[in-house]
T-cell receptor, first 113, second 109 residues
Framework: DTAVSQTPKYLVTQMGNDKSIKCEQNLGHDTMYWYKQDSKKFLKIMFSYNNKELIINETVPNRFSPKSPDKAHLNLHINSLELGDSAVYFC????????????FGEGSWLTVV | DAKTTQPPSMDCAEGRAANLPCNHSTISGNEYVYWYRQIHSQGPQYIIHGLKNNETNEMASLIITEDRKSSTLILPHATLRDTAVYYCTGGTSYGKLTFGQGTILTVHP
């Protein structure tokens, strides 16, 4: 069973559209994240949620809106998609506190045309 | 947040130990050192992490210098399947990992 699963795996869409990426973890963790990997392969954190509460927002444009309906899910909704949003988005989870293992999903490849 | 520096690429013969260095001279006192790897743009795979003491698990060993400014990941018996990009990163509270460019490790027969 996949511990951190994301859907869709691939997404091609036009500029200006609104799209969502879903993430679910079955590890019983209380903290979830979204990371973005750009074309230069840099991985950067976007958001961190602990017990459904936003903990970290790394100066991400407000077109990106994460939603955590419960501790096992953290969805990413993106409004008015731009070409620069093309990237691989990784969901991850951990059990709260500093120093614990963070598990990543397999990624969602978003291409904006 | 720690800024990490790693060599861009390294080679290793299959069956030999692979020693991957990382410099993290700006790491703060409560910041853990994490190592991940990424194969063919799959999701980053956790390898090991530590704070001050050396650590070992079924995948690798982590050696952290006493001043915590650098560390070395050791894969004791590298296989072809260990070919990947290896990232050393600092980890602060609530999972903020600060990834650098990583080291492309190529294991050859």
């Amino acid at each position: 069973d996949t511990a951190v699963s994301q859907t869709p795996k691939y997404l091609v869409t036009q500029m200006g559209n609104d799209k969502s990426i879903k993430c679910e973890q079955n590890l019983g963790h209380d903290t979830m994240y979204w990371y973005k990997q750009d074309s230069k392969k840099f991985l950067k954190i976007m958001f961190s949620y602990n017990n459904k509460e936003l903990i970290i927002n790394e100066t991400v444009p407000n077109r990106f809106s994460p939603k955590s309906p419960d501790k096992a899910h953290l969805n990413l909704h993106i409004n008015s998609l731009e070409l620069g949003d093309s990237a691989v988005y990784f969901c991850a989870s951990s059990q709260g506190q500093l120093g614990n293992t963070i598990y990543f999903g397999e990624g969602s490849w978003l291409t904006v045309v | 947040d720690a800024k990490t520096t790693q060599p861009p690429s390294m080679d290793c013969a299959e069956g030999r130990a692979a020693n991957l260095p990382c410099n993290h001279s700006t790491i703060s006192g409560n910041e853990y050192v994490y190592w991940y790897r990424q194969i063919h743009s799959q999701g980053p795979q956790y390898i090991i992490h530590g704070l001050k003491n050396n650590e070992t698990n079924e995948m690798a060993s982590l050696i952290i210098t006493e001043d915590r400014k650098s560390s070395t990941l050791i894969l004791p018996h590298a296989t072809l399947r260990d070919t990947a990009v290896y990232y050393c990163t600092g980890g602060t509270s609530y999972g903020k990992l600060t990834f650098g460019q990583g080291t492309i490790l190529t294991v050859h027969p």
